[in-house]
């Protein structure tokens, strides 16, 4: 009998021992020695903020000595596919990056954690410090599921020598539609390929472009409006650059060119390009400079936003959360950002901003910010990816003169519909 009392309390013993190291209420698990490691997947550090990244993982492990921070990078045209598997494998990583576009569809799927609650309890951390549209793209359903860590966005990028020797003014904040299209048919010279004016034809784009005219693809409930005459005005414009006026090179001109290597060729009056850019233009042969996109109706600006989330299946969420926080908020994270022009932080602090403002080129920096003003989301849709490819292929058809414009729309609003539906 006392044998059995003996072995019965080892056994308990052990139990406890057990669950002290794994999950407990609050959802976290600690190793031996009190530390908890975390998973971060990502995508925007390699392959060539790899360091960079390195240097934010050590400032975050000083500020948090129980907490080591184990870092998995995937090259961005793999990652989704290795991440959704990793999810439905079980074996989802603690922290993981996602875009703003397909931030929707995994926190529509039930694979986010809620970091609301870790927010309210936060001292350290206040949403002001952030810019607040950047830290509202990632909530859903009312509750925050994830934490902004960079945005982006497109200007219009244009070359002064070119604009000069065709004897046209630079584009102003004011410039419409029609400014851009009578400069750029100006800027074309058909014979030393030359074109006025670059923007792709896809549905990155385009969704911009109808919002710049006043129109959207998807209404308050989400369901698709796509076939509407404003829409259809936006993507007349869209073509008719390339198979109309031909200020713009057709697939077959760029013959596999980027369009990156036709504006430094300079064979581009204009392109319609990321702020990511301004480090591969910086040592351009000839003098370049941005400034905000025309609109037809009104302005609208894209908004391309990275953000972490945490998965709900972690037994680790508050170290996750703690991790996320950081690379949203930190100062540390944002003057590393800024120094090594790693995107742009959310923050809303001007100076860690400024050396970013005094940079040149481009000279019109503020340009950067001005667009926040008339920023444009990506549709929050589920099965984004699907309704994209479908779109650019459709689109593709329109520029090869397969399909009319009408008839694109006319497809699209039956697929989206049908994509939607199931």
């Not at 989400?222 to 829409?231: D, H, I, L, R, Y």
């Not at 908020?329 to 100076?351: D, F, G, H, M, Y």
Request: proline share 4%; net charge negative; with cysteine.
């Amino acid at each position: 009998m006392k044998k059995f009392w003996f072995s019965s309390v080892l056994l308990l013993i052990a139990i406890l021992s057990l669950v002290a190291c794994s999950s407990d209420d609050s959802g976290e698990a600690e190793g031996k020695d009190g530390t908890t490691e975390i998973t971060y997947y990502s995508f925007s550090a390699t392959p060539d903020y790899e360091d960079v990244l390195a240097d934010i993982v050590e400032a975050f492990e000083k500020e948090n000595p129980n907490i080591k921070v184990n870092t998995e990078l995937v090259a961005y045209a793999d990652y989704f596919t290795k991440l959704q598997t990793r999810i439905a494998g079980g074996n989802a990583p603690d922290v993981f990056e996602l875009n703003y576009e397909n931030f929707i569809q995994y926190a529509s799927k039930g694979t986010l954690a809620d970091l609301s609650g870790y927010i309210e309890e936060d001292e350290s951390f206040d949403p002001a410090q952030l810019n607040q549209e950047a830290f509202k793209a990632y909530q859903y359903d009312g509750k925050q599921f994830g934490m902004v860590e960079s945005f982006s966005n497109v200007l219009t990028f244009y070359n002064k020598d070119l604009f000069d020797k065709a004897g046209v003014e630079y584009p102003t904040e004011d410039w419409t539609w029609e400014d851009e299209l009578e400069a750029a048919k100006k800027i074309t010279d058909e014979e030393n390929n030359v074109w006025g004016t670059y923007a792709p034809t896809t549905m990155n784009e385009y969704f911009k472009i109808a919002a710049q005219n006043g129109g959207q693809l998807f209404n308050e409930e989400g369901k698709p409006t796509v076939q509407s005459e404003a829409n259809l005005e936006a993507l007349n414009y869209m073509v008719d650059k390339v198979t109309e006026s031909g200020v713009s090179p057709s697939p077959a001109e760029m013959s596999g060119q980027a369009p990156a290597d036709l504006f430094l060729n300079g064979q581009l009056g204009i392109v319609h390009t990321g702020i990511w850019m301004f480090g591969a233009f910086k040592d351009a042969s000839f003098e370049w400079d941005v400034e905000l996109e025309a609109g037809n109706t009104q302005k609208a600006h894209h908004f391309f936003a990275n953000g972490l989330a945490v998965s709900k299946d972690s037994n680790k969420k508050e170290a996750a959360y703690k991790f996320a926080a950081f690379m949203s908020a930190s100062e540390q994270v944002a003057k590393l950002r800024v120094e090594n022009s790693w995107e742009l932080p959310a923050i809303t602090n001007e100076k860690i901003l400024q050396p970013y403002l005094e940079q040149t080129p481009p000279e019109n920096r503020e340009a950067v910010f001005e667009a926040l003003d008339t920023l444009v989301l990506p549709p929050a849709v589920n099965e984004w990816s699907k309704i994209s490819d479908v779109t650019n292929q459709e689109f593709e058809k329109a520029l090869n003169g397969d399909k009319t414009p009408e008839e694109v729309l006319e497809t699209l609003q039956s697929e989206y519909e049908q994509i939607m539906n199931n």
